[in-house]
Structure formats: structure tokens, C-alpha cells
């Protein structure tokens, strides 16, 4: 929430322009998610912040925990937990439970001792203090044409094949069913074999898409 701030984890100066994307996107009754990664001593002076700068706008937004990827060796120096963040936000307001999604736990944000509902909602989505691969149904596609089953999974699968010089639709749905089933642990297994950083591959997510 902070431009220089903004500056500094991202490398641009493009506060402003994200907030114009946001506001944008709500003009024209998107649906919409926003969603952060608190880090130690970096943002997490800004929890309320985040929250004000979401009720708002009500729109949703989604805490999700930073994860030992692309590069970040010392991710657990950074790293800030659901409760830690849960129990910031509860010193101001209260959290109510509304639903618990495959991947986020929803709850609505309200104001201390009122009955009203306000509305707000605040998902969180914690992979490392409560990992939730087991009932991950999430594959995504790279820039370049390959499937990636995990975050935390060294292959990729190369799908452009399918789709060059045309596309060859019945192949490509069977390679993709095919393929969904080799959909590994994840993080479950990272922590339950402790590998180490070395020994698992992690991705660059700005490399990835949705
Ligand atoms: S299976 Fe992979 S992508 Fe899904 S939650 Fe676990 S680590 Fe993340």
C-alpha cells in the first residue's frame, strides 16, 4: 500500500497504476479477488491497510502465506503465518467464519460488538501452515505451452505440440487427462520427506500463469 514501498519488492514505480487496475476492473462490476503475501518486516506493518484499502472497495481479499519458491531460499525469514495474521486483524475487528473453500478459508470482517454484517470478506489460503494438496484440483499453463500439475513439481508438460501446426483437439484432451493424474503432493511431500531447497525445483511465478 506503501509507493516506495511498492518500489522496492517489485522493482517498479507502479503503485498507482495497480490501484487504477483494481478500480477499473470494479467500474465494470468484475468480479474480483485481491490477492496479498504479507512478509516479515517488509509489509506486515500494513495488515490494516490492506483491510481498509479492501472494505472500501468491498472487494475480497485473499492473505495467501509466501512459499519457498523461485529463488527464495530465505523464504522463512519472511515468512508470516494465518494466525499471525488472523490475530493482528482480531485486534481491531472481529472474524467470522463463512465457509471453508478447497483452498481458502473465508471469513467476513466486522466492526467490534455490531451486529451488522458489513459484508467484507477475508479469505486465506495457507499452503505451508495448513496444506491443503490433497484436494488441490489447480494445474496451470505456462507462456510457452506447458502444463504444470504443482508449484513445488520439477517437470512440466509440453502441450504446444497439440495445438501446432493446428490443433489436434482429441489428442490434447487426452494427453491432458492423462497427464492430470501424475499431479503430485506438492508441499505435503516437501515437508513430509524435508527436502531441502536445493532438492526441489521451485518455479518463478511471474513466469506462470493462472
Ligand atoms: S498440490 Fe502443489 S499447487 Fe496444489 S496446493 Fe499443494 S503445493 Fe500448491
Same mark, same amino acid.
Given at each position: =500500500?506503501?509507493? %516506495?514501498?511498492?518500489?522496492?519488492?517489485?522493482?517498479?514505480?507502479?503503485?498507482?497504476?495497480?490501484?487504477?487496475?483494481?478500480?477499473?476492473?470494479?467500474?465494470?462490476? =468484475? /468480479?474480483?479477488?485481491?490477492?496479498?503475501?504479507?512478509?516479515?518486516?517488509?509489509?506486515?506493518?500494513?495488515?490494516?491497510?490492506?483491510?481498509?484499502?479492501?472494505? $472500501?472497495?468491498?472487494?475480497?481479499?485473499?492473505?495467501?502465506? &509466501? =512459499? /519457498?519458491?523461485?529463488?527464495?531460499?530465505?523464504?522463512?525469514?519472511?515468512?508470516?503465518?494465518?494466525?499471525?495474521?488472523?490475530?493482528?486483524?482480531?485486534?481491531? &475487528?472481529?472474524? @467470522?467464519?463463512?465457509?471453508? $473453500?478447497?483452498?481458502?478459508?473465508?471469513?467476513?470482517?466486522?466492526?467490534? $460488538?455490531? /451486529?451488522?454484517?458489513?459484508?467484507?470478506?477475508? *479469505?486465506?489460503?495457507?499452503?505451508?501452515?495448513?496444506?491443503?494438496?490433497?484436494?488441490?484440483?489447480?494445474?496451470?499453463?505456462?507462456?510457452?505451452?506447458?502444463?504444470? @500439475?504443482?508449484?513445488?513439481?520439477?517437470?512440466?508438460?509440453?502441450?504446444?505440440?497439440?495445438?501446432?501446426?493446428?490443433?489436434?483437439?482429441?489428442?490434447?484432451?487426452?494427453?491432458?487427462?492423462?497427464?492430470?493424474?501424475?499431479?503430485? %503432493?506438492?508441499?505435503?511431500?516437501?515437508?513430509?520427506?524435508?527436502?531441502?531447497? %536445493? %532438492?526441489?525445483?521451485?518455479?518463478?511465478?511471474?513466469? =506462470? *500463469?493462472?
Amino acid at each position: =500500500m506503501k509507493k %516506495e514501498k511498492f518500489k522496492k519488492i517489485t522493482g517498479f514505480d507502479l503503485l498507482s497504476k495497480v490501484i487504477e487496475g483494481i478500480d477499473y476492473a470494479l467500474s465494470l462490476s =468484475m /468480479p474480483l479477488k485481491v490477492n496479498t503475501v504479507i512478509l516479515k518486516e517488509v509489509n506486515d506493518d500494513e495488515i490494516f491497510d490492506l483491510v481498509d484499502f479492501a472494505r $472500501e472497495r468491498k472487494v475480497e481479499l485473499r492473505f495467501i502465506e &509466501y =512459499m /519457498p519458491l523461485g529463488g527464495n531460499s530465505d523464504w522463512e525469514r519472511y515468512f508470516v503465518s494465518e494466525k499471525e495474521i488472523k490475530e493482528k486483524i482480531k485486534e481491531r &475487528y472481529e472474524l @467470522l467464519p463463512l465457509r471453508k $473453500e478447497k483452498i481458502a478459508g473465508v471469513y467476513e470482517v466486522r466492526e467490534k $460488538e455490531t /451486529p451488522f454484517s458489513s459484508g467484507q470478506k477475508i *479469505g486465506f489460503i495457507s499452503t505451508i501452515s495448513n496444506p491443503f494438496c490433497n484436494s488441490c484440483s489447480r494445474i496451470r499453463i505456462t507462456s510457452d505451452g506447458k502444463i504444470v @500439475l504443482c508449484l513445488f513439481d520439477k517437470k512440466s508438460y509440453d502441450i504446444k505440440a497439440f495445438l501446432r501446426p493446428f490443433i489436434r483437439e482429441e489428442e490434447l484432451f487426452n494427453f491432458i487427462r492423462e497427464t492430470v493424474k501424475l499431479k503430485p %503432493e506438492g508441499y505435503i511431500k516437501y515437508k513430509r520427506e524435508s527436502l531441502t531447497f %536445493e %532438492e526441489n525445483s521451485f518455479l518463478v511465478m511471474r513466469k =506462470m *500463469g493462472g
